[in-house]
């Protein structure tokens, strides 16, 4: 089975340009999750998906935002990029929660690479 | 919001020598803890887990323990072997609609 898969891989943008990140969720996962990872530094949320829809945001500008597709998959857009942006992208999946109430395990893409010079 | 946090930042020990990393979170609701092995230049994967109902899990070397009273949670990794060298994350999520929210990350060097 294939896991979470991310593309492209490494993007190099010039800051003011505007880049999209593509993420295809395992299969059967309805949920997406998006985190950036700056250079030694944590995991930080972004935007969380579920069955279409943005169910939770962390605390970035406007102008990182995202959708998922009918078929699960996302984009992760940020505009007006700015050198702090510089920073692993992750992506990671979950069957969702579904309504039931149980929370399920999360599993990670290998990231998108973005440098901004 | 929930607030994890996590020690040591990084940590150094001689192949064969136990490594325990500690956590604690701030939302008492939250009652699923992930850890996630991070090696260099890969996506984190998905080591083990504990919910909220179970004080203890073990798998193999890795183990992780809980303490919701004082809302701990702790992996501990036993016979070290370099290849456990990578950066470790804990993590902490609520059974409602909720994000996950990572620890800082801990470094484990394993020396040979």
């Known amino acids: 089975e294939a896991g979470v898969t991310q593309s492209p891989t490494h993007l190099i943008k010039t800051r003011g340009q505007q880049v999209t990140l593509r993420c295809s969720p395992i299969s059967g996962h309805t949920s997406v999750y998006w985190y950036q990872q700056a250079l030694g530094l944590g995991l930080q949320f972004l935007l969380w998906y579920d069955e279409g829809e943005e169910r939770n945001r962390g605390n970035f500008p406007p102008r990182f935002s995202g959708r998922q597709f009918p078929n699960y998959s996302s984009e992760l857009n940020v505009n007006a990029l700015e050198l702090e942006d510089s920073a692993l992208y992750l992506c990671?999946?979950?069957?969702?929660?579904?309504?039931?109430?149980?929370?399920?395990?999360?599993?990670f893409g290998q990231g998108t690479r973005l440098t901004v010079v | 919001g929930e607030n994890v946090e996590q020690h040591p930042s990084t940590l150094s020990v001689q192949e064969g020598d136990s490594a325990v990393i500690k956590c604690t979170y701030s939302d008492s609701a939250s009652n699923y803890f992930p850890w996630y092995k991070q090696e260099l230049g890969k996506g984190p994967q998905l080591i083990i887990d504990i919910r909220s109902n179970v004080g203890e899990k073990k798998d193999q070397r890795i183990a992780v323990t809980l303490n919701k009273t004082a809302k701990h949670f702790s992996l501990h990794i036993t016979e070290t072997q370099p290849e456990d060298s990578a950066v470790y994350f804990c993590?902490?999520?609520?059974?409602?609609?909720?994000?996950?929210?990572f620890g800082p990350g801990t470094s484990l060097s394993v020396i040979p």
């Open positions: 990671a999946s979950s069957p969702g929660t579904g309504g039931a109430g149980a929370t399920t395990e999360a599993f």
């Open positions: 993590a902490a999520m609520k059974t409602s609609y909720d994000k996950v929210i």
